[in-house]
């Protein structure tokens, strides 16, 4: 069974940082892209960053590039996303994916974790 485990958030204040952190079990990821998604309450999900699972070639969206840094531990089969200078509007439920399509839009990811809630205050 496939699973994708995020932990890490919580709560802070505006300029602070967390880690995110998803550790995957189940089956091997060797060929798959690792990605971060984003929900706020009210809006639709969206693209953070996604990393290739072996050759570590990244990309961001324009919102987080700069502050967000999408890295991964193969030993650990797990990825990371550093989050600094973080601003209230980072705020919303954190979703790790993997999938062999990658890309910015969710169609490429067919394994999804269950979220974890990062809140940043003003």
């Known amino acids: 069974q496939v699973q994708l485990v995020e932990s890490g958030g919580g709560l802070v204040q505006a300029g602070g940082s967390l880690r995110l952190s998803c550790a995957a079990s189940g089956r091997t990821f060797s060929s798959h892209f690792m990605g971060w998604f984003r929900q706020a309450r009210g809006k639709e999900r969206e693209f953070v960053a996604t990393?290739?699972?072996?050759?570590?070639?990244?990309y961001y969206a324009d919102s987080v590039k700069g502050r967000f840094t999408i890295s991964r531990d193969n030993a650990k089969n797990t990825v990371y996303l550093q989050m600094n200078a973080l601003k209230p509007e980072d705020t919303a439920v954190y979703y790790c994916?993997?999938?062999?399509?990658?890309?910015?839009?969710?169609?490429?990811?067919?394994?999804w974790g269950q979220g974890t809630q990062v809140t940043v205050s003003s």
């Open positions: 994916a993997a999938g062999v399509g990658g890309g910015t839009g969710g169609g490429g990811y067919r394994y």
């Open positions: 990393i290739t699972w072996t050759g570590g070639s990244t």
